[in-house]
């Protein structure tokens, strides 16, 4: 246990002030953060009245001296740091000593507190901000804060509450926050004396499994990566359980929950065309960095900080997320009580896709750039088992035996993913073999059209497209890729024009073109398949570098596991 001491008056107005206290989850955040610092193994949170009657936080610390229970009451006073430099290395979760006066400055608020080698306890009674009293108190060793009547003197502050279920899920979330920063400890939090949730100590590997809906850290997706000056660890979510919201994403820096849109963007981005548009995916990032290289005290409530090399950041991260992505069997399973999210996409016709949101920190070309260099690793292991076909579904599914049971593919997403990759291989390795047409064909544009394939003449070279302006409304189109089937020309052209012009995935023009191309040429549903053809289909499939997904996040392939089969007919 350190002494509470006031801070100098030089040293605490450095560090920016703020409001700690703007609603009872607030509260609970700015006690549950002191009695982790006060190293407890233990933290019971109770909460009445969503917060505005009760809220209630008990460890088993190391708590306060009783001469000093009455100093930690006053303004900047703090066990926690003395002198300014040692901003650069706190890594207590306070340092300002302004929770508890702010706290008691607008509810009632009684501390009972026991050093291990006190014989008993003291209970402070605080009113209005000034300690009324501090007397013997039986107690076991910690510290239990209660908060009483929270803004009864600033009626003002109730109005900006919002309604109690959403203050309560508040709560909930800062109580996760603390969980998931502290596997160590363990953590109970209950409402209005209902049934508590509760956190059993864990490694934080399985904590943070639990925090996304996983039983263990066996059913998410482990990632780590070097950082300069430091550590990322984090833990993702099967793609197949994406969510509507970013909710279920939490980041932390140096075991604070920070608000840092740039990390968010950088998992996101290793996500990419994994998941379906408009759909989030869930995860926990922690990053263990060299104090001195964030600046914590960028907010007032520290939810935000800022790095020295954000840009950086952003490659590493997104970079470690995709390999772990791409290094993990991502195949969906039919199993009894999972359901796989729907894409939005499931029922009806495929919505034009948008585009992916790239990091402005992350240009295009830098991406390939990196993926040329192999940052993004090219997989010499087929990542499919060996796949039989055994027939064709609806026109649509082939229909497949593998070693543990029954796949079902896709024959449209599945040779979408195929041809797509064999573009961008084809690509990078210098230009798209392409077919020159018997006959040059004319096809209709529009002027803007006529200046946009003027404008990507090399890029549409590079796939295999030779067209070039052909008087004020015409186009001459020379060749085409040579994965374009006969026929149907104009429409391909059309559709590359279209994706140039901005339309579809991607934010490179190259990657939008060649998904373009890739989604025209492709096997259609309905297509009849010979069996050879399902046969080459799906060897193509599985030495794909992304074989469970088509750019557009929905799934190639699914499957249903012999245990499963042995379920639904009763043979087990
Ligand atoms: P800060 O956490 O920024 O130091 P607070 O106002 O939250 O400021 O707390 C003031 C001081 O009171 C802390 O520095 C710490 O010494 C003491 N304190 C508060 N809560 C606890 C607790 N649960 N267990 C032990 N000490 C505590
Ligand atoms: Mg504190």
């Given at each position: 246990m350190t002494r509470i001491r006031i801070l100098e008056r030089s040293v605490a107005v450095r560090i920016a002030a703020g409001?700690?206290?703007?609603r009872p989850a607030s509260v609970v955040k700015e006690l549950v953060e002191n009695a982790l610092d006060a190293g407890a193994r233990t933290v019971t949170v109770d909460v009445e009245?969503?917060?505005?009657r009760l809220i209630r936080v008990s460890d088993d610390g190391g708590g306060i001296a009783a001469e000093d229970v009455a100093l930690a009451?006053?303004?900047?006073?703090?066990?926690?740091?003395?002198?300014?430099?040692d901003l650069d290395s706190v890594?207590?979760?306070?340092?300002?000593?302004e929770a508890l006066p702010s706290i008691a400055a607008v509810a009632h608020v009684t501390l009972t507190t026991r050093v291990p080698d006190a014989p008993v306890a003291v209970r402070a009674v605080v009113v209005g901000g000034s300690v009324q009293s501090v007397e013997p108190h039986g107690a076991p060793p910690g510290t239990t804060v209660e908060v009483r009547h929270l803004f009864h003197t600033t009626p003002a502050r109730l109005k900006f509450l919002k309604s109690p279920a959403r203050e309560q899920a508040l709560i909930a979330e800062a109580v996760l926050n603390a969980a998931l920063a502290a596997p160590h400890v363990a953590f109970r939090l209950a409402f209005d004396g209902r049934t508590p949730a509760v956190w059993p100590r864990t490694s934080l590997a399985d904590r943070a499994a639990g925090a996304l809906?996983?039983?263990?850290?066996?059913?998410v997706i482990e990632v780590q990566a070097a950082l300069p000056g430091g550590l990322a660890r984090g833990w993702l979510q099967h793609p197949?359980?994406?969510?509507?919201?970013?909710?279920a994403q939490h980041v932390f820096v140096n075991g604070r929950p920070v608000h840092h849109a740039t990390l968010r963007r950088a998992v996101e981005q290793g996500f990419a065309q994994l998941l379906p548009v408009g759909r989030f995916p869930a995860f926990v990032l922690f990053l263990d960095v060299d104090?001195?290289?964030?600046?914590?005290?960028?907010?007032p409530r520290k939810l935000e900080v800022r790095f020295r090399d954000d840009g950086r950041l952003f490659g590493v991260v997104a970079g470690a997320v995709r390999r772990a992505l791409l290094t993990s069997p991502l195949i969906r399973q039919i199993t009894p009580g999972v359901v796989p999210a729907a894409p939005a996409?499931?029922?009806?016709p495929l919505p034009e896709p948008a585009p992916v949101e790239l990091s402005p920190g992350l240009p295009a070309l830098e991406l390939a750039a990196r993926e040329a260099a192999g940052a993004y690793p090219r997989l010499a292991?087929?990542?499919?088992?060996t796949l039989r076909p055994v027939g064709q579904v609806l026109g649509t599914y082939i229909v497949a035996e593998g070693p543990d049971g029954l796949y079902l593919v896709d024959q449209h997403a599945a040779h979408e993913r195929v041809l797509f990759e064999r573009l961008r291989a084809a690509r990078v390795r210098g230009g798209v073999a392409s077919q020159v047409l018997a006959m040059p064909l004319p096809v209709d544009v529009t002027p803007g059209e006529l200046s946009l394939i003027a404008g990507y003449r090399d890029q549409l070279a590079q796939l295999g497209y030779d067209v070039e302006p052909f008087g004020t409304g015409t186009a001459l189109l020379r060749a085409v890729p040579a994965v374009a089937p006969d026929g149907r020309c104009d429409d391909l052209l059309r559709r590359a024009i279209a994706a140039l012009a901005?339309?579809?995935?991607?934010?490179d023009p190259l990657d939008r073109l060649a998904i373009a191309t890739a989604c025209h040429v492709a096997i259609r549903a309905g297509d009849r398949l010979t069996h050879e053809a399902m046969a080459t289909l799906l060897a193509d499939l599985a030495a794909a570098?992304?074989?469970?997904?088509?750019f557009h996040g929905r799934p190639t392939i699914v499957a249903v596991p012999r245990a499963q089969l042995e379920r639904w007919f009763l043979r087990t």
């Open positions: 409001e700690v206290v703007e009245g969503a917060g505005l009451f006053q303004r900047f006073a703090t066990s926690k740091i003395t002198r300014l430099e890594r207590s979760y306070g340092f300002r000593g809906g996983a039983r263990d850290a066996a059913e197949q359980y994406h969510r509507p919201s970013r909710t104090p001195a290289l964030v600046d914590v005290n960028v907010h996409s499931a029922a009806g292991e087929p990542r499919l088992p901005g339309e579809g995935t991607g934010e570098e992304d074989p469970y997904t088509c």
